[in-house]
């Protein structure tokens, strides 16, 4: 299984990007998704998530202004980010539970994708 995430760049604060994701591989179905990030010099967070019923999660950082979704059929999960700042600043990685064709349970993650917000 692979994570392949595009979509991330140079912005201006106030901006916005909107990340994308892909699993592909022997995929049976995916339970949670989401997108973490990591700061120079900061442990990865989490951002956002979404499970497979549509139900999400966010940071309290970005309510309001990012907004996660996915596409089961498609195994995609996108990151609409608005009104972007400054301390968006980070390399955003996207995360998966995959279920195999085993019907084992793992984790997988994209390689993560820059997103710089510049003042």
């Known amino acids: 299984v692979q994570l392949q995430a595009s979509g991330g760049g140079l912005v201006q604060a106030g901006g916005s990007l909107r990340l994308s994701c892909v699993a592909s591989g022997s995929i049976f179905g995916i339970n949670n998704m989401g997108w973490y990030r990591q700061a120079p010099g900061k442990q990865r967070e989490l951002v956002a998530s979404?499970?497979?019923?549509?139900?999400?999660n966010y940071a309290d950082s970005v309510k309001s202004r990012f907004t996660i979704s996915r596409d089961n059929a498609k195994n995609t999960v996108d990151l609409q980010m608005n009104s972007l700042k400054p301390e968006d600043t980070a390399v955003y990685y996207c995360?998966?539970?995959?279920?195999?064709?085993?019907?084992?349970?793992?984790?997988?993650w994209g390689r993560g994708t820059l997103v710089t917000v510049s003042s």
């Open positions: 979404i499970t497979s019923g549509g139900s999400t």
């Open positions: 995360r998966a539970v995959v279920v195999g064709v085993t019907r084992y349970e793992f984790t997988y």
